[in-house]
Each structure stands twice: as C-alpha cells, then as structure tokens.
C-alpha cells in the first residue's frame, strides 16, 4: 500500500508540472492575430493586422472625415449664400439708380446669382456621404460589442463603406470636378459676352465686358477653392489601408473657417 501511494503521489505531481509549464507557454507566447480577408488591392502587410486595429484605423477615420465634411458644407453654404446675397443686393441697388448702365448691371448681378445659388444648393443636396456613414458605423459597432461578435464581418461591412466614401471624395476633385466648374464658369462669361457684343453704346458695352471678367475671376478662385478644400481624408486614408500602413493620426486636412468677417484657412492633423 506505501509503494501504491508513492506511486500515485509520483504521478499527480508529474501530471501538475506539466500543466504549471503548459499554462506558462500559453501566458508567455504573443496572442494570436485575429486576421480577415482584405479587400480588393490589400497588400499582405495589411492581411496581418489584427482585425481590432483595422476596425479601429476605419471607424477613426470616418469620424475625423465626418466631422470635416459636415464643417466644410456649412462653410461652403454660408460662402454660396453670401455671394448670392451680394449679387442680390447689388441688382437692388442699380434698379433703384439713374446710370447708364443701370440696365447692364441688372441683368449681369441677375445672371450672377442665378449661379451663384448653385453653391448653397449643392453643398446641402449632395452632402459627402461619409457624414452619414459615420453614424451607422458607431451603431454597427454597438450592436457587435466594437466588432468582437463577427469581427470579420463587421470589418466587411466598414470596408465597404470606407471604400465608397474614398471613391466618392476622389471623384469630387478629380479633373471631372474641374471641368465641370469651368464649364459653370464658361457659360456665365459666355451670356455676359453675349450682352456686351450685341450692344451698341460703348459705356454699356464696356460695363458688360467689366462684369464678365470680374464675376467670371472671381467665380474661378471660389470654384477651385471648394475643390481644394474639400474633404480627401478618405480617399487618401484608403490608399494607405491597402498597403497595411495604419498610422495612429490622420491625414492633414485644411478647413475653411470664419473670423468675424473675414475667410481663412485651418490646418488640422
């Protein structure tokens, strides 16, 4: 009976070190990656980030691209809005006036704010879709515990949002973009031309020929500020996710801000 008990003793201590030295692995090793498939154009680099990290990188940068977009539209609406009140203003102003060319600057303020609305309007109408996408980001990873239930696909899902919030900002200062203000802009010109070189008296003339440079300069300088200020942070931040690079800031963006009656520009990283 004492060999039987030593033995049994033997063996429970055996089968106790070898659990104590097996947990020790287990708590010295590194955690696992939670890894998921990557987009279309992921890189490897990218295929072995954990998951958490690249819920994490999306959701930031969605709501850093939302809370710019939203600034940005209602800057741009106030910018639109002012113009068109200027040129308003303006037709007011010449109609209850004697000059010469009274007439002239009627019609070129009118024409000028039947563009210039065209800013306030677009600005709300075709508000970045990355405002929107942000709040159901925040309620997906609500219902999913950040992402733990499924986090695969609740990475799907932010991807595929991520990915159109990208194109969409790209497309929105592509060339396209340019063109298409140009072309706004040309025909603005194009029907202030027209005015000036059908008229015979020469001051009117010249006050039609006057209003087509400046309006036409100074719609340039606005359309291609809105282009340049408008939100790339996506687009920019989507190139960088496919290579796997993740930084913990997000890209520098520029935003236009009012101090009192002036217009500046805010740098924000």
């Known amino acids: 009976m004492r060999t039987w008990g030593a033995c049994c003793s033997s063996v429970t201590l055996a089968a106790s070190l070898t659990l104590s030295a097996s947990l020790a692995l287990l708590a010295s090793a590194p955690a696992h990656a939670d890894t998921c498939p990557t987009p279309e154009g992921g890189s490897a680099k990218l295929a072995a980030v ?3 990290e690249r819920i994490d990188f999306l959701h930031r940068t969605v709501d850093d691209q939302a809370r710019y977009a939203r600034t940005w539209k209602w800057a741009w609406f106030a910018i639109g ?3 068109f009140a200027s ?4 037709v007011a102003g010449w109609a209850a006036g004697n000059d010469v060319t009274r007439e002239a600057n009627i019609i070129d303020n009118l024409v000028v704010s039947a563009f210039s609305i065209v800013t306030p309007v677009t600005a709300i109408l075709f508000a970045l879709r990355v405002e929107s996408d942000a709040p159901a980001i925040d309620t997906l990873l ?4 950040n992402g733990a239930a499924g986090s695969c696909l609740v990475l799907a899902r932010i991807e595929e949002l991520f990915a159109k919030d990208a194109a969409e900002e790209a497309f929105n ?3 396209i973009a340019h063109v298409t203000g140009l072309i706004g802009l040309g025909a603005m010109f194009a029907i202030m031309a027209v005015e000036a070189a059908t008229e015979s008296n020469p001051t009117i003339r010249d006050a039609h020929w006057i209003n087509a440079i400046t309006n036409t300069a100074g719609g340039l300088i606005l359309t291609e500020a809105q282009i340049l200020t408008t939100p790339t942070g996506a687009a920019n931040g989507y190139k960088r996710y496919l290579k796997g690079e993740l930084p913990k800031k997000t890209a520098t ?7 009192g009656l002036s217009l500046g520009m805010r740098i924000s990283f």
């Open 50 to 52: 954990d998951a958490r």
């Open 81 to 83: 809005s002012a113009t």
């Open 87 to 90: 040129s308003a203003v303006q």
């Open 142 to 145: 609500a219902q999913t515990g």
């Open 173 to 175: 200062t592509s060339w």
């Open 253 to 259: 963006t520029i935003t236009p801000i009012f101090t």
